[in-house]
């Protein structure tokens, strides 16, 4: 093949771009831990490595809305080997959590130069970080059960460390009861995929799609049912979501703030997928609407009682995690579709309010409501940066949320259940008490008078930069609402489809694209990077 | 083709382990969680063993006959369970390890924030009016003394 050719096929074949997003952060996790004594090396290639992600990320986007991007990774043909699947779903979220992950990066760096790095061992950091992202869009990206599990397991081994950075008193009490918790569920998903290879021999997901349906009934619901259960604690489902609240505010502000935005939300993502292509028949609807609506109302009525604006967030994340898990439940096109917006939408809003509390805990000096005041009149910037993702979280028109939650609720209505008029109402009022959350904390946060007058400082211009490029981020959502809107109902309209998904990754229904050694002779279609995704471990 | 039939010893030694795992694991002191999560995580690769049906030849070409091999991808997924329980097992302890420096002991300990909600909760007042900023102690120090559920608490 001439060098022409092959800038051709690498052009009209994106399949090479799939593993960029999961090898680029972890090969650059391995060097950045490598120059571990050069924070400003160390830096640069955080920076650069998440850059070529997001990069990755948009251009898969594009190409995916045209139909799945499919590598079989090492070129082994799909349910021997493991294969890496881009469609319309995981590329959105790719995407939004690539962009995420870069302003959060960006604003940790601010935030380190501003401290002169004292107390946080940044020389973990960056590689731990890394990982963190390459565990997500590994997530993303897999067409396979096991994988996806290892996916999990990268990112949790990478949050563990980063939520117990500096061993604190306090951060390793939160630390110990988020490490059990996401143990057991890591256990359980394990033991679910043990049971499904036991039943059906396989864990590629496209194969499953089709020997799941022929098993016994029971059996099924018993592998729905377990798998449910270990996504509903990551994604912190209202009777498994306890350990949220108290985990997450005592890690330092960036990595609360990727935490709320991304882990989250990979566990609704694992629901998505799951529910969709592996159980297409919707039995677990019922009990996903019940415990949508104990999410969103248990969750808010949290969030009302807090005191302190961190806690307070983290309890309007829980809150918000029912609206997800509400339109999943519908089990309708329009309601995947507005779920799948709402989750773009929640995980740049979530991300951007706790990067701005982050600020607000620097420049008022506590994060308690009652010794915080008048940051109105003290950082007015601050307080419009706090405003906009605040109001676009309780879903005031014309802001995303509103759009996302609008969309859902329509869903709802188109519904007509009776359980489905109960969420419609459950998901009205909680948008109203998200209000009168935010608006308590706004109160008391910008508006009272100081009780105790913080000293006067500037807070660093990059950790405002990035944060208001992540408000910004919100924002825009807004602005492209439309096309975007149409693109998840395309993604929901091929989720609602499963055979375009096994098609596309085993085209005869029983073999991939890939070659193994049976077919050597073939010349392979293009220069396919050949390292299989290893896990890497803290 | 090899036989799928689940060996009874295997299935036996799964529920002892998984049962100690899961005792364990509801333990206050997270070196028993930690030993708990070995065990229920070994009860889990044995599960994953008797997933790929009875032992057969080396699966190799050449080696051994196509019908007469045993299943190599249970072992393989055990081998990445494995490393990723030795790395988490390392972080657990060292977790424990670092809860003993500072606390002197190693029990999961409760969420104080959470409590003082409910006491002000139970003594019915106003959500936005603090009636603990009269609580001296740091939450960092309070949490070094409560032991179990009622241990620490001053209320």
Partial sequence: ??????????????????????????????????????????????????????????????????????????????????????????????????????????????????????????AIFHPTYLVLSAGVANAFLSGDLFNLYVGFEMLLAASYVLLTLG???????????????SLVSSMVFLLAIGLIYAATGTVNLAQLAIRL?????????????????????????????????????????????????????????????????????????????????????????????????????????VSHIGYMIFGIALSSEQGLGASIFYVAHHITVQTALFLVVGLVERRGGSTSLDQLGGLAKLAPVLAVLFFVPAMNLAGIPPLSGFLGKAGLLQAGVADGGPLALTLVGAGVVTSLLTLYAIVKAWNKAFWQVAPVEPAPMRLPRAMVGSAASLVLLGVSITVVAGPMYDYTQRAAATLRDPDQYIVSVLPDRARGAGVSSEVAEDTPDSELPDEPVEEEDE | MIDTSPSLALVLVIVVLVTVGVYLLLERSLTRVLLGFVAMSNGINLLFLVAGGAAGG??????????????????????????????????????????????????????????????????????????????????????????????????
């Avoid at chain 1, 018993?222 to 890690?251: E, H």
């Avoid at chain 1, 935490?259 to 677990?284: E, H, N, S």
């Avoid at chain 2, 029990?107 to 603090?130: G, I, K, M």
């Fill in chain 1, 167 to 181: 061993g604190t008193g306090e951060r390793i009490r939160a630390g110990t009861i988020y490490v059990v918790v």
């Fill in chain 1, 213 to 317: 349906p022929e098993i016994d009934p029971g059996v099924q619901l018993v592998l729905q049912l377990l798998l449910l259960l270990a996504f509903g604690i990551k994604a912190a489902i209202f009777p498994l979501s306890a350990w949220l609240p108290d985990s997450y505010p005592t890690a330092p502000a960036p990595v609360t703030a990727v935490f709320a935005g991304l882990l989250t939300k990979v566990g609704v993502y694992a629901i998505i997928r799951t529910q969709t292509l592996l159980f297409p028949d919707g039995r677990a609807d019922t009990l996903l609407m019940v415990a949508a609506l104990l999410t969103m109302v248990v969750g808010i009525l949290g969030a009302v009682a807090q005191n302190d604006i961190k806690r307070l967030v983290s309890f309007t994340l």
């Fill in chain 2, 58 to 155: 080396a699966p190799i070409t050449g080696q051994t006959d196509p019908e007469d091999m045993s299943d190599p991808l249970p072992q393989f997924m055990i081998l990445t369970a494995i490393v990723l329980t030795l790395g988490i097992s390392a972080f657990l302890l060292a977790m424990a390890y670092r809860s003993w420096q500072l606390n002197r002991h190693d029990e999961v300990q409760d969420d104080l924030e959470d409590r003082r909600v409910a006491r002000r909760a139970a003594a019915d007042l106003a959500a936005f009016e603090d009636s603990d900023t009269e609580v001296t102690t740091t939450l960092d120090e309070d949490a070094a003394e409560v032991h179990d559920e009622m241990g620490g608490d001053r209320s």
């Fill in chain 1, 1 to 122: 093949m001439t060098p022409p050719d092959l800038l051709w096929l690498s052009l009209t074949d994106l399949s090479w771009v799939v593993p960029l997003p999961v090898l680029v952060p972890l090969s650059a996790a391995g060097l950045a831990l490598a120059l571990w004594r050069h924070s400003k090396a160390q830096q640069i290639i955080s920076v650069v490595a998440l850059t070529v992600v997001l990069l990755a990320s948009l251009t898969l986007l594009i190409a995916a809305d045209q139909g799945p991007v499919v590598l079989d990774v090492g070129n082994w043909a799909a349910p021997v080997g493991i294969d890496l699947v881009a469609d319309r779903l995981s590329t959105l979220m790719l995407t939004v959590s690539a962009a995420v992950t870069l302003c959060v990066l960006i604003y940790s760096l601010a935030q380190g130069l501003a401290d002169g790095n004292r107390g946080t061992p940044v």
